[in-house]
């Protein structure tokens, strides 16, 4: 087991274009979330997903940002006509069912910067 | 709505001095409460799962507590390797789905 894996790590872009990011959950787990992290703030929740299901977007969460996950295994994070107000972190964690411990296990992080 | 609050916002602490990192919650449904570990560029390591007030979980120099409102995590005779943010995270019941907030960390700086 390698844990979680986000792929890009780092991803420099220009207003305007699209940008996707990709997250390999561990194995085992079926609950997959999303967070955005923006220097000095703690993770805020995107999105989350049970297996392929996706059962709960944030508010806070534009139209221009969208997420999958096929097959309930890997997940995709998509923003299209990227803003310099969507330069962050974007996290990826999963878990077990609740039942269990219920912590998040996180992945490195893909950082977006928006030009 | 779910709040989760963290101060001291920063801390400095000389190696071997003692000292409390706080996490008070307002939350309906608590379903646990989590400490994460995080290191500059990196993502949120888990540290401690707490479920109940009166709970306490300890590794190496680190013990976390729990009461109704706040956690605490005692830091025991840091090292500059405790040099980190610590997250606070809660779990809880939000419209069928159990929703998990984080609070904004403590950035911890311990000086040799």
């Known amino acids: 087991d390698t844990g979680v894996s986000q792929d890009p790590r780092h991803k420099i872009t220009k207003r305007g274009q699209n940008v996707t990011f990709r997250c390999d959950p561990i194995s085992e787990h079926n609950r997959l979330y999303w967070y955005r992290q923006t220097l000095g703030q703690g993770p805020e929740f995107l999105t989350y997903?049970?297996?392929?299901?996706?059962?709960?977007k944030s508010r806070l969460l534009s139209d221009r940002f969208s997420a999958e996950r096929p097959k309930g295994s890997f997940s995709t994070l998509e923003i299209q006509r990227t803003e310099q107000g969507d330069s962050a972190m974007y996290l990826c964690a999963s878990s077990f069912r609740t039942g269990s411990t219920g912590e998040l296990f996180f992945g490195e992080g893909s950082r977006l910067t928006v030009l | 709505e779910d709040q989760v609050t963290q101060s001291p916002e920063a801390l400095r602490l000389q190696e071997g001095e003692s000292s409390s990192l706080n996490c008070s919650y307002t939350v309906s449904g608590l379903r646990g409460l989590f400490w994460y570990r995080q290191d500059p560029g990196k993502g949120p390591e888990f540290l401690f799962t707490?479920?109940?007030a009166g709970e306490e979980k300890e590794k190496e120099r680190l013990k976390a507590t729990l009461t109704k409102k706040e956690s605490f995590l005692h830091i025991t005779a840091p090292k500059p390797e405790d040099s980190a943010t610590y997250l606070c995270?809660?779990?809880?019941?939000?419209?069928?789905?159990?929703?998990?907030?984080f609070g904004t960390g403590t950035k911890l700086q311990v000086i040799p």
């Open positions: 707490l479920y109940s």
């Open positions: 997903f049970q297996n392929e299901a996706q059962l709960e």
């Open positions: 995270a809660v779990r809880a019941d939000s419209g069928g789905y159990q929703k998990v907030t």
